[in-house]
């Protein structure tokens, strides 16, 4: 079915985890169609839901699809799986008004031969679809919206700023293209359609899968939370919240828990701000050596000769510094602030994907639990009703020992072979002929029937009753364990698989930013030694002063020896 | 001493004409230039062009505190230099002077030589001597590259590198007598323009400008004070730079310890990063040196030729004091002429009233009305006018000289002035071209080593 539950060894851990008989409650149960409350919808989606998304449940290799992948379900498919690398580009940001009342941006995106155009929004509920979709898997960030501040203080132009929607724009083609590079995301046929811009995002939305997905994903298969077939156990499965704690924690899980807590604390804590802090600094800086550039060559319109032109110099080397250190600042700003935003906002990801997957085992260990309890009420129901028969029997011997007293001292003791003795009794009318389940619940029945001048018949219905259900909920519930075993079973691998994956590539991006950050500071080192080398080839050109020693003044200085007296003597006082 | 010189300077040709280079000369701090060497020689000298007569190249070393252990403990100086100056006695003249010493030359030499521009002495920093830092190796470092500053100023002024006093500042072995001689006998002529001061004194105010300016002088103002805006603007925005680049200093240690951190989270790749954490702080201290042996001195350097040029145009400014004085005595001289010659009118009979307006008319009438209308007291006030006249028109001709000497020997100055400052923005800007330029190499080659650390990463996405 998926490679993650061919992985595990699934059928084996069923068998520890279910009792005999819910294995064949399962086949029970799950055979029938779907709970009634999603029976409207299951004419329509075997057809589309099959024929639209045969990606997710049956697409066999996550891998490495362009080695296995032979079916496709579109041409974006074979596009994002023909082998190469290929590059999701967001080709521009446009302002329109198509379909509003107001003014918005669309971002042009061009995927191979298509190209589709898609706001904000768009994105913003294309990430939230696949979340929802896939609740087991890293689904990458997109640029979060602006605060609240940033309106108030820009107001209308806030939407229109360019630099923020460059940096949305740079922002959403990464996410789109993380996206493109995931083994499995790649192959969802919702983001096939989003970038083929063929039918409105609005379609999409209201057809399957998006359609089918529940209200609340808890309570549906994890591997596919559409599947319309999904047994009815699920409906049994608690809804835990994400703080319960759990009495068999996942040692595994703990540590990655702690783990992206201290990621996600580091990176928004010193990196980011650290960050923030430097570039803002950067830019006052080239602020101000755009400034001294002017100023310096305002200078140099002052002075004459040489030394003019080395302050021109000058100048254009602060001037220099002024245009390299902008670029450093952009380089920084798309190559190093960006993507530690962007992982700032993975691991906030992470941390909703381990609280899934908490939930998950919490509501494992809470079906347990219930399970458990039920049996135990369904023990000691079926121990009363033990008792009862008992007494019924011993009573019904009593009536029977007035035909034949003799036995009557030794059965009370022998209460194990009551089930034999009786099997000949002659079966009286059940008073409730819905129960069948037993042979001698017939006697049972008889006996309380006849009981029913001496006792209350009422406690004895109820605990029928009672027993019926609780036999009912227990199986019920042994499904839903089992159900639910599944899911944290494959939730835990695909989680800790797509944790691996990312980590991978967690790994690739900041090396890739480290050295951006490396190359950036290095070109901007080389950009400003040039401009000084210049300037200060230019500096070199100002004459020496003439106070210095040449050979031919410590030849001549013999000649001037007195003269140089008087010469001062006449500029004493005024 | 010429022996001495040529055995000093044997081996080095300045004027090799294949390597117009600067060439690395065994102590001057002013090397030739590459390009002037033959300037000096070159005749077709204006009127006003200085001429040095020799070298003198002074430096300032080793701070030295004296009397450490008592309440008079002071900081002396090893003040050396070379020349072939004639006036000097020998070639190498050396002497440990304190800083009173300093003061006590610069006060003089600018009582001395009015005419010249003397340049400022380091601000005394009250607050050091409150704190009790001015033994500090900092305080002292920089007094000391101040202290070099102003001797080479000194050293570079045509005039001033030829007095006694800065000779005997070299050379003498009795300083202290030598300061009591001076004081005693200063040289050049008394103030004996007694007549000009008090006449002056009462005739100007510090509001009078100049009646008739000097296109000369107005030009070089005018040139005077844009360079100081250019000065102060350039040191104002360059102190900001400065506080920038101190901040970023910062920014780039935290940065450094922030990836530091990341280091430790992410366990496979902990090495690399701490490689780069240490490039991130090699920058850090990258930029923290450049500022501590660049920017700072560039500052300094910068302020300090700031002050110099307010001394450049206080000379100015005294320069056209003097025009004043001569234009203020020379109105005064034609008013007391022009009263003269109405008495003389009145005299030869009253002839003059006419033709002398309306208010001689008057004051006629006033005379005549207080009785003092007859001729006798008139006569006897021409005689008085005549002589103040003589007296006037010899003032006036004093100050027209003193005028005039001053006009030359500001212009002389300014030219001096000029080289001064070509030359100190020659050391200045090439000192912080230098620095630049170190800066950026070592941040460079930082960066380029650290590249392939990072690139030898492996990854398998």
């Not at chain 1, 998304?53 to 891998?63: D, I, K, T």
């Not at chain 1, 400003?528 to 200085?557: C, F, Q, Y």
Request: glycine residues 4%.
């Amino acid at each position: 079915m998926d490679p993650y539950e061919t992985e595990n060894p699934f059928e084996e851990d069923t068998d520890r985890v279910q009792s005999e008989a819910s294995s064949a409650y399962r086949v029970n149960l799950s055979a029938p169609s779907s709970p009634p409350s999603q029976s409207s919808r299951i004419p329509s989606s075997p057809s589309l839901g099959s024929a639209s998304r045969p990606a997710f449940p049956s697409s066999g290799s996550h891998r490495q699809p362009q080695a296995y992948k032979s079916d496709f379900c579109c041409t974006r498919d074979q596009w994002l799986h023909s082998g190469e690398e290929v590059e999701i580009v967001i080709t521009d940001a446009l302002k329109t008004s198509v379909n509003s009342s107001s003014t918005y941006i669309t971002y042009v995106i061009k995927s191979g031969t298509a190209e589709a155009q898609h706001r904000y929004s768009e994105f913003e509920s294309l990430r939230t679809s696949l979340a929802r979709l896939y609740p087991t898997l890293i689904i990458p960030p997109i640029p979060s919206k602006q605060t609240i501040g940033d309106y108030a203080v820009k107001q209308a132009k806030a939407k229109e700023d360019a630099a923020m929607i460059a940096r949305r724009k740079r922002m959403l083609q990464t996410f789109l293209n993380r996206i493109a590079r995931h083994p499995i995301l790649s192959n969802e046929h919702v983001f096939h359609r989003f970038l083929d811009g063929e039918v409105s995002w609005t379609e999409v939305l209201h057809s399957p899968p998006l359609s089918l997905l529940p209200t609340n994903i808890l309570k549906a298969p994890s591997h596919n939370p559409t599947d319309q077939n999904a047994s009815p156990g699920y409906t049994a499965l608690p809804n835990p919240s994400a703080t319960h704690a759990l009495r068999r924690p996942d040692q595994r899980f703990l540590d990655s828990e702690v783990f992206t807590n201290k990621f996600a604390a580091h990176l928004s804590g010193p990196m980011e701000k650290v960050t923030r802090r430097t570039m803002k600094r950067w830019s006052d800086s080239s602020h101000d050596h755009a400034e001294l550039g002017a100023a310096l060559n305002g200078f140099s319109l002052n002075e004459s000769g040489q030394l003019s032109s080395a302050i021109e110099k000058t100048g254009q080397a602060v001037d220099a510094t002024y245009m390299s250190t902008t670029l450093l600042l952009q380089e920084l700003e798309q190559n190093w602030a960006e993507p530690l935003h962007e992982y700032t906002q993975f691991a906030t990801i992470i941390k909703k994907l381990l609280v899934y997957r908490h939930q998950k085992h919490v509501q494992y260990e809470m079906t347990q639990e219930n399970l458990e309890a039920k049996r135990e009420q369904l023990e000691e129901l079926e121990k009363s009703e033990h008792a009862a028969r008992r007494l019924e029997e011993a009573l019904g011997r009593g009536r029977t020992s007035a035909d034949s007293p003799r036995t009557e001292d030794g059965t009370p003791s022998s209460g194990d072979n009551s089930r034999a003795d009786t099997g000949y009794l002659p079966p009286h009318p059940g008073p409730n002929p819905v129960r069948r389940r037993a042979p001698g619940m017939g006697f049972l029945s008889a006996l309380s029937y006849t009981l029913h001048g001496m006792m209350d018949v009422d406690p004895a219905t109820a605990r029928r009753n009672a027993i019926s259900k609780a036999r009912e909920q227990i199986s019920l519930l042994e499904d839903a364990l089992h159900l639910s075993a599944q899911d944290l079973k494959y939730s835990s691998s695909t989680i800790q698989a797509d944790l691996d994956r990312f980590q991978r590539q967690k790994v690739a991006d900041i090396r890739e930013m480290a050295i951006s950050m490396a190359k950036s500071h290095r070109d901007w080192c080389k950009k400003n030694l040039e401009a000084w080398e210049e300037a200060k080839r230019e500096v070199e050109k100002i004459p020496d002063h003439p106070n210095r020693m040449l050979e031919e003044i410590v030849e001549d200085s013999g000649g001037v020896a007195n003269g140089s007296r008087e010469s001062t003597s006449t500029i004493d006082g005024h | 001493m010429l022996g001495e010189d040529d055995d000093v300077f044997d081996s080095v040709t300045w004027e090799s004409p294949s390597a117009p280079t600067y060439d690395a000369g065994p102590s001057a701090p002013t090397g030739p230039g590459f390009r002037q060497s033959t300037a000096e020689s070159e005749p077709g000298h204006g009127p006003h062009d200085p001429k040095w007569e020799g070298y003198l190249i002074t430096s300032v070393k080793d701070p030295v505190k004296e009397l450490a252990d008592t309440k008079d403990a002071y900081v002396s100086y090893l003040v050396s230099a070379k020349t072939n100056l004639p006036i000097f006695s020998t070639p190498n003249p050396s002497a440990r002077r304190r800083f009173q010493d300093f003061v006590f030359l610069r006060n003089h030499l600018s009582k001395d030589f009015p005419a010249c521009v003397v340049p400022p002495l380091p601000d005394k920093h009250r607050l050091e001597y409150v704190t009790g830092d001015r033994f500090s190796p900092e305080f002292m470092e920089r007094r000391r590259a101040d202290l070099h500053r102003f001797l080479q100023r000194l050293s570079r002024h045509p005039t001033l590198q030829r007095s006694t006093l800065l000779r005997a500042f070299f050379e003498s072995t009795e300083w202290h007598v030598t300061m009591h001689q001076h004081v005693a006998h200063p040289p050049g002529p008394e103030h004996t323009t007694g007549v000009i001061d008090s006449i002056s004194d009462t005739l100007l105010n510090a509001f009078s400008r100049v009646r008739k300016p000097d296109e000369r002088f107005l030009a070089m103002r005018e040139g005077v004070d844009k360079f100081e805006e250019g000065i102060v603007l350039t040191e104002r925005l360059w102190s900001r730079i400065r506080n920038r680049t101190n901040d970023l200093t910062g920014d780039y240690h935290d940065m450094a310890v922030a990836v530091q951190g990341l280091g430790f989270l992410e366990s496979g790749i902990t090495d690399p990063l701490n490689h780069f954490s240490n490039t991130l702080l090699e920058f850090s201290a990258l930029l923290r040196h450049t500022t501590q042996t660049t920017t700072d001195p560039f500052l300094i350097h910068l302020h300090s030729l700031l002050q110099y040029s307010h001394a450049n145009r206080a000379v100015l400014k005294l320069r056209d004091q003097k025009q004043m004085d001569f234009e203020e005595l020379s109105d005064y001289l034609s008013g007391v002429t022009s009263e003269r010659d109405r008495l003389a009118a009145v005299i030869s009979g009253h002839a003059g009233s006419t033709g002398l307006g309306l208010s001689s008319y008057l004051k006629d009438r006033v005379d005549a009305l207080r009785g003092a209308d007859d001729d006798r007291s008139r006569v006897e006030k021409m005689r008085k006018l005549d002589a103040k006249i003589k007296e006037l028109q010899d003032a006036v001709q004093t100050a027209h000289e003193t005028s005039d000497a001053f006009s030359d020997e500001t212009l002389r100055e300014q030219t001096v002035f000029q080289y001064a400052k070509e030359a100190e923005m020659k050391e200045m800007l090439g000192n912080l071209a230098d620095g630049q330029m170190e800066f950026y190499k070592a941040a460079m080659d930082e960066w380029d080593r650290i590249i392939p650390i990072i690139q030898r990463i492996r990854v398998d996405v």
